[in-house]
T-cell receptor, first 115, second 110 residues
Framework: NAGVTQTPKFQVLKTGQSMTLQCAQD?????MSWYRQDPGMGLRLIHY???????DQGEVPNGYNVSRSTTEDFPLRLLSAAPSQTSVYFC??????????????FGPGTRLTVT | RKEVEQDPGPFNVPEGATVAFNCTYS??????FFWYRQDCRKEPKLLMS???SGNEDGRFTAQLNRASQYISLLIRDSKLSDSATYLC???????????FGSGTKLNVKP
């Protein structure tokens, strides 16, 4: 199993550009989520999905869109990049929603810089 | 008030020392608690889940104190390889959401 994969690993955008961060998992996990990690802030939840066709907002959803058309893929779209979106983005997945099933597996992250 | 709070450290300890971290949480209804480990510029990885009765995995012991709303992580006989940031994770008000603490940095020195 490849686990959770993310592309690209690094990206530099200019203010106002849009782009999609890709995330895929091959573990047949229902639950997928996107986090951003900023210095001193910990990981903050952007959006999450509990299954194909179902998404919901996390703590910091503004400026981001998601969709979940398949179990495997959960792309994150930046609509109009802003310097405040400079961060490290992690995608995560887990098998279930209760007890030990909650273990989240993380992708290697995408380091995004917006100039 | 933050959902989850941790002392950022760093905790600088010699090899072989015992070190403990605490993490406080605000949602008294939370049922799921975890400790994750994050190495520099890497993704977080699960270290251990925290059960009501406490649990131990080798040199690592996790405890839950519901009355005071905190969880703890104890590391015995610290190794150089334990140097990392330890993230506390707590289930949120919406059971589909998890909140991460900002992490406690541990440096184990020879």
């Amino acid at each position: 199993n490849a686990g959770v994969t993310q592309t690209p690993k690094f990206q530099v955008l200019k203010t106002g550009q849009s782009m999609t961060l890709q995330c895929a998992q091959d573990m047949n996990h229902e639950y997928m989520s996107w986090y951003r990690q900023d210095p001193g802030m910990g990981l903050r939840l952007i959006h999450y999905s509990v299954g194909a066709g179902i998404t919901d907002q996390g703590e910091v959803p503004n400026g981001y869109n998601v969709s979940r058309s398949t179990t495997e893929d959960f792309p994150l779209r930046l609509l109009s990049a802003a310097p405040s979106q400079t961060s490290v983005y992690f995608c995560a997945s887990s098998y279930g929603l209760a007890g030990p099933s909650y273990e989240q597996y993380f992708g290697p992250g995408t380091r995004l810089t917006v100039t | 008030r933050k959902e989850v709070e941790q002392d950022p450290g760093p905790f600088n300890v010699p090899e072989g020392a015992t070190v403990a971290f605490n993490c406080t949480y605000s949602n008294s209804a939370s049922q799921s608690f975890f400790w994750y480990r994050q190495d520099c510029r890497k993704e977080p990885k699960l270290l251990m889940s925290v059960y009501s009765s406490g649990n131990e995995d080798g040199r690592f012991t996790a405890q839950l104190n519901r009355a005071s709303q905190y969880i703890s992580l104890l590391i015995r006989d610290s190794k150089l390889s334990d140097s990392a940031t330890y993230l506390c994770v707590v289930e949120g008000y919406n059971f589909n959401k998890f909140y991460f603490g900002s992490g406690t940095k541990l440096n184990v020195k020879p």
